[in-house]
């Protein structure tokens, strides 16, 4: 749920403030022509603070992000009042950090081409105002100062949601919006149509997101006949590994060491009667002589229906499948 109504609206969204506020600036990361510029306020004396404030309400651990381009400034702070913490971003180098005074944020930055950044923050508790600031150079907040009344910084498409890390954008009009949760499944003939019953291999390459804590053995890709009794998959946790299971009974499990979070890795298994095989990055294939193989239905990517907390968080590069028991070579070839 993106909670911030007029997600690129941000002279409804962010009200206040002394910062200025110009529609359609530039061309934004959808292609057209509806970026926003926050820039400068050039008082006739004193000073000014050169941000925007909105009073938004997300309970527990929540996540903002926005995505920002450098114009004549390259520096952008989100700031959550609540936890009182905050982050900077580097547009013009994609470093970030957290501001000298309000640590304890953590922030994460994604290019998404044209000198676009999707900038991250997540804080640790429940936050009330969101603060969208112009910064100058160093990690010190600045707000207060003589602006030109030009310089500035593109923005687009804000989003304040409860978890860990930032989901797709989910455009807002006037109110808070749900989307449905992102899963992938084939079932019936799509599945049954190339899925080899006997002897079969898949070949995943993955990141992920959330730290080891954060998640409960997720699953990379989860073939099943709906239930947890019979099935096989590859998933992470407290390790990577490839499982299968008949009758409630485990047939095979071929396990790796732990990926850290935000790695990536790349995972090639094998299944056939007695015959069960997986290399994790490209080190030397383990294997599984005993155990059968489970009659399945429905391939499931990303997740597991049947027991909840098993989501990926995380991206899936490529997922390949072969309809035959590729030779070890191979699948260490796969996973390198």
């Given at each position: 749920t993106n909670v911030i109504g007029n997600s690129n609206n941000f002279s409804t969204?962010?009200?206040?403030?002394?910062?200025?506020?110009?529609?359609?600036?530039?061309i934004s990361p959808d292609g057209t022509n509806n970026a926003w510029k926050i820039y400068e306020s050039a008082p006739a004396g004193g000073s000014l603070d050169q941000r925007k404030f909105a009073t938004i309400s997300i309970s527990g651990q929540n996540t903002i992000s926005?995505?920002?381009?450098?114009?004549?400034?390259?520096?952008?702070?989100?700031?959550?009042?609540?936890?009182?913490?905050g982050s900077w971003f580097d547009l013009s180098t994609g470093v970030s950090g957290n501001v000298d005074v309000y640590t304890g944020a953590k922030q994460s930055m994604?290019?998404?081409?044209?000198?676009?950044?999707?900038?991250?923050?997540?804080?640790?508790?429940?936050?009330?105002?969101?603060?969208?600031?112009?910064?100058?150079?160093?990690?010190?907040?600045?707000?207060?100062?003589?602006?030109?009344?030009?310089?500035?910084?593109?923005?687009?498409?804000?989003?304040?949601e409860t978890g860990a890390f930032s989901t797709s954008y989910i455009p807002t009009t006037s109110s808070s919006v749900?989307?449905?949760?992102?899963?992938?499944?084939?079932?019936?003939?799509?599945?049954?149509g190339f899925w080899n019953q006997g002897e079969g291999s898949v070949a995943a390459e993955y990141d992920f997101l959330a730290a080891?804590?954060?998640?409960?053995?997720?699953?990379?890709?989860?073939?099943?006949?709906?239930?947890?009794?019979?099935?096989?998959?590859?998933?992470?946790?407290?390790?990577d590994g490839f499982y299968v299971y008949q009758g409630g009974a485990s047939q095979a499990g071929l396990t790796a060491t732990a990926l850290p979070s935000g790695s990536t890795a790349k995972f090639s298994s094998a299944y056939r009667l007695n015959d069960f095989a997986a290399s994790f990055n490209g080190a030397a294939v383990l294997t599984d002589t005993s155990g059968n193989v489970p009659t399945?239905?429905?391939?499931?990517?990303?997740?597991?229906?049947?027991?909840?907390?098993?989501v990926l968080n995380g991206?899936?590069?490529?997922?390949?499948?072969?309809?035959?028991?590729?030779t070890n070579a191979k699948l260490q070839e796969l996973s390198t």
């Open positions: 969204s962010f009200p206040s403030g002394s910062a200025q506020l110009a529609s359609n600036a530039a926005i995505f920002a381009k450098a114009a004549e400034r390259k520096r952008i702070l989100l700031f959550a009042n609540g936890p009182n913490q994604q290019p998404v081409g044209n000198g676009w950044y999707r900038c991250s923050m997540t804080v640790s508790s429940s936050t009330t105002t969101v603060q969208i600031q112009i910064m100058t150079d160093g990690s010190t907040t600045n707000p207060n100062r003589i602006g030109d009344g030009v310089s500035g910084i593109y923005i687009a498409f804000i989003q304040g749900t989307r449905s949760a992102d899963v992938c499944q084939i079932t019936g003939t799509d599945f049954s080891p804590a954060d998640r409960v053995s997720p699953r990379v890709w989860y073939a099943s006949d709906g239930a947890y009794t019979n099935g096989m998959w590859v998933q992470s946790g407290s390790s399945v239905n429905r391939l499931e990517i990303g997740y597991m229906s049947d027991i909840s907390g098993r991206h899936i590069a490529r997922l390949r499948y072969y309809p035959t028991r590729l």
